[in-house]
């Protein structure tokens, strides 16, 4: 029986209200805190082909009982995340130098 796969996903609404899913990569105890690096998804190949490989990384932060992703204030805070957020991500998914024909393969 074949493994399927199944992403985390969270759908989150930005600062003017705008509702979007996103799948999470990766999540890391950094400095004291927590944080989360997620992608856009789409359940279309198309729209997935056409992104960006944009990486949002967000903070959590509690109300009460209830944990929440928040946007990271601190541009300092943010370029440290985010320079290890990228170096796990490289070593989950392993690339190699450009192949042959130019692009890059997972070893």
Known sequence: MKDEYTPDLYTLEDEEGHE????????????????FALTPYY???????????????LKSEFEG?????VSIDDDAEYDRVGEVFMKRIEEMF????????????PS
């Open 43 to 57: 359940e279309d190949p198309e729209q997935m082909l056409e992104d960006q490989g944009e990486v949002v990384i």
């Open 94 to 105: 392993d690339f190699d130098e450009e192949d042959e024909e130019g692009g890059t393969l």
């Open 65 to 69: 009982d209830e944990e929440m992703m």
């Open 20 to 35: 979007q899913v996103f799948e999470l990569l990766d999540v890391m105890e950094f400095e004291g805190e927590k944080y």
